[in-house]
């Protein structure tokens, strides 16, 4: 006599007897496996989670520094077609576009064709003259404010 629940089965491949389990135990994974492993998902969530996101606002930050920078290349270069900066009312405008007052425009000095916008979505600033020398070129930040926390600024010393 074959004890309850299992049944035997010859399969076709080699003539082995192959019992089957019985059918009270399924596969599958019971509740306190699952939390288990939710519980250790959340824990690595949890610790990776904000490096992450100390990583993408570094990342932020140095790609409006970048940005940055070419603004200012493209500034130099409007310079020394003009021989001036652009004013604060032309503003990097004045990059991508020729201002009326200007003969010797030979831009577009931005690729794209446009003013890019910082990381944040915020346009960039700009003063002409500057603080500490002729522009300034400046990021609001992630807040969007000028002077808030996370602001970047740009300037260029006298020549």
Not at 49 to 67: C, D, F, H, M, W
Not at 94 to 105: D, G, K, M
Not at 123 to 147: Q, T
């Amino acid at each position: 006599m074959q004890p309850r629940g299992l049944e035997r089965s010859i399969k076709s491949t080699g003539g082995r007897a192959r019992l089957k389990p019985p059918l009270s135990r399924r596969a599958g994974f019971t509740l306190v496996e699952m939390l288990v492993v939710l519980a250790i998902i959340g824990s690595i969530v949890g610790l990776v989670g904000p490096r992450v996101l100390n990583y993408l606002s570094e990342s932020r930050v140095k790609t409006a520094q970048i940005q940055m920078e070419n603004i200012a290349s493209a500034l130099d270069l409007f310079y020394l077609d003009a021989g001036r900066y652009p004013t604060t009312e032309e503003g990097l405008t004045a990059l991508v576009q020729r201002p009326a007052a200007i003969s010797s425009w030979s831009g577009p000095y931005l690729k794209g064709n446009a003013v890019p916008q910082d990381p944040w979505g915020h346009p960039y600033l700009y003063r002409a003259p500057g603080r500490n020398g002729p522009y300034d070129v400046a990021s609001m930040g992630p807040e969007g404010r000028e002077g808030s926390a996370g602001a970047l600024s740009r300037s260029v010393q006298a020549k």
